[in-house]
Each structure stands twice: as C-alpha cells, then as structure tokens.
C-alpha cells in the first residue's frame, strides 16, 4: 500500500528534478510528432518500401523475440536460482550486448556469420544465409535484445518464494511438474516484461542490422535512407509513422499482457502431473 508522505521541501525538488527528465524525454518527441503535416504523412504512407520497412521490422522483431524466449527463460531460472562456479562470467557475458557498441555487434556477428564467417560458410553449404536476408536481420535483432529477456525474466524467477517450490516437492511434484504449474505462472510478469523489453530493443536496432543484413531494409534503416536521399521532411514523417505504429502496438500488447488479480499463494486444489 503507498502512504502520502509529508510534502516538504524535499517533495517538490525531487519533483522538480524528475519533471527536468520528463521534459527532456517528452520535448524532443513532441517536437517530433508535431513537425510533419497530415499531407506527409499520407505521402510516406503511401510508399510501398515504407510499409514494407515497417512490416519487416515487426515480423522480424517478432521472429527474433520468439527465438529467444525458449533460451533466456531457462538460462535466467539458472541464474535466479543457481550458484556455480564462473557464474559471475556468465552474467557478464549475457549483460555484454548492452555495453558493447552496436557497431561492434554488427561486426562481430558478420566474422561469424557472414559468407566467409565461422559459421556463415559452412552453414551457407545447407542453405543458410544470413547477410543480406531476413534471418540475419532477426539474427542481429535477437543478439542485441536478449540480456533484456534474459535479466527481466531472472527477477520473476527471483521473486518467486523457493519455499513454495520445496512445499510442492515435498509433496511429491517432480522438478518439471513444479516448475511448469507453479514457478512460470508466478515469474510471468517478469518473462513478459523481459520479452517485451527484447521485442522493443528488437525493433528499433539500427547498427547491428545495417552491418549484417543492409538489405532488405527495416524501417530505421529506410527512415535513414530517406534522411540521406531526400532530406529531413520525408525522415520526420516515416518516422513519425513508424513511432505511430510501434506505439499502437505496444499499447495493444500491455492490454493483453496486463496481470490478472491473482492470489498470492498456490491455490490449495491445484494437482502436479508426476
């Protein structure tokens, strides 16, 4: 339950100092949203590349976040539960995609999986390609997005009571049988707040992409070619289309995601398949 404090000084400079980051963070948008007239929008709308940019990068981003949802869930309930030796490694190898400059995803995924890359030319021998297709598109989407699925997913995992999972134990539930009917019910929000947060860093990649797959474009990366072709006008609207839609996504996908009223403890019928 959230009690109303004193409102004192302190109060009202810490509101003062997160209206300054909200203002940072709203001005540039408005700014954005404002500057294309209807006339531009219908314009870019009406560019077939464009709408294939966008639906590229949806499906992509989608395709990527499928791909890594049944490696980061287990991986995190590891982690979340787990101690072992090099763990630390692990943890900062899973966190490095966000420090490391995208620039250097792009090139380090190409040396693997490019033409002549580790992977990319025998892989090439069966038939898979990844420069220049949609796979290396969802490729570099995935690589870039998955510490954000990995770490959110570990906190749902760590907020579930482990005395709940020995309780069912106890009472004969096998490993997996606890695991499915009662840790991910419970670590749910996390894992779809983890793949959430993936699906959005997924969709808006730009360095990683344009450095393995340049063709065929995702919407950043056309927003940018229009930027380079035709200057600031056509970039500003695609943009705000683009930002228009993703928006509307997200929106969509907060109202099917959102939490249920659930009790906070295991329902007392609830059975476990040995």
Same mark, same amino acid.
């Given at each position: 339950?959230l009690?109303?404090?004193?409102?004192?000084?302190m109060?009202?400079v810490?509101?003062l100092?997160? $209206?300054?980051l909200?203002a940072?963070i709203?001005?540039p948008?408005?700014?954005?949203?404002?500057?294309?007239?209807?006339?531009?929008?219908?314009?870019?709308?009406?560019?077939p590349?464009?709408?294939d940019?966008?639906?590229?990068?949806?499906?992509?981003a989608?395709a990527?976040?499928?791909?890594? $949802?049944?490696f980061?869930?287990?991986?995190?309930?590891?982690?979340?539960?787990?101690?072992?030796?090099?763990?630390?490694?692990?943890e900062?190898?899973?966190? =490095?995609?966000?420090?490391?400059?995208?620039?250097?995803?792009?090139i380090a995924?190409?040396?693997?999986?490019s %033409?002549?890359?580790?992977?990319?030319?025998?892989? $090439?021998?069966?038939?898979?390609?990844?420069?220049? &297709?949609?796979?290396?598109?969802v490729?570099a989407?995935?690589?870039?997005g998955l510490p954000y699925?990995?770490?959110? #997913? %570990?906190g749902?995992?760590?907020?579930?009571d482990?005395?709940i999972?020995?309780?069912a134990r106890?009472?004969?539930?096998?490993?997996?049988?606890?695991?499915?009917?009662?840790t991910?019910?419970? $670590? %749910?929000r996390?894992i779809?707040?983890?793949? &959430?947060?993936c699906?959005a860093?997924?969709?808006?990649?730009?360095?990683?992409v344009?450095?393995? #797959?340049?063709y065929?474009?995702?919407?950043?990366?056309?927003?940018?070619?229009l930027?380079?072709?035709?200057?600031l006008?056509?970039a500003?609207?695609?943009?705000v289309?683009? =930002?228009?839609?993703?928006?509307? =996504?997200?929106?969509l996908l %907060?109202l099917l995601?959102?939490p249920?009223?659930?009790a906070?403890?295991v329902?007392a019928?609830? &059975?476990w &398949?040995?």
């Open positions: 339950m009690h109303t404090t004193h409102r004192g000084p109060f009202w810490f509101w100092i997160g $209206a300054t909200l940072y709203g001005l948008l408005l700014a954005l949203l404002l500057h294309p007239s209807l006339g531009d929008l219908a314009q870019v709308a009406s560019m590349d464009v709408r940019a966008i639906g590229l990068s949806l499906a992509a989608f990527s976040t499928a791909i890594v $949802a049944p980061a869930v287990p991986l995190a309930y590891l982690l979340a539960r787990q101690s072992f030796r090099g763990k630390s490694a692990v900062a190898l899973v966190d =490095l995609p966000l420090t490391m400059p995208h620039t250097i995803a792009g995924l190409l040396l693997v999986f %033409r002549g890359g580790w992977l990319g030319a025998p892989l $090439a021998h069966l038939g898979l390609q990844f420069w220049g &297709t949609f796979a290396g598109i490729l989407m995935s690589y870039v699925a990995v770490n959110a #997913a %570990r749902g995992f760590e907020a579930v482990p005395q999972e020995r309780a106890i009472q004969g539930a096998t490993p997996w049988s606890v695991f499915r009917s009662i991910l019910p419970l $670590a %749910r996390g779809v707040t983890g793949l &959430t947060l699906f860093r997924a969709i808006g990649e730009f360095a990683a344009v450095l393995l #797959a340049y065929p474009m995702t919407a950043p990366i056309r927003i940018y070619d930027f380079l072709q035709s200057g006008r056509q500003v609207a695609a943009s289309l683009f =930002l228009m839609t993703v928006l509307a =996504l997200f929106w %907060r995601a959102s249920r009223k659930r906070a403890a329902p019928g609830l &059975t &398949t040995r």
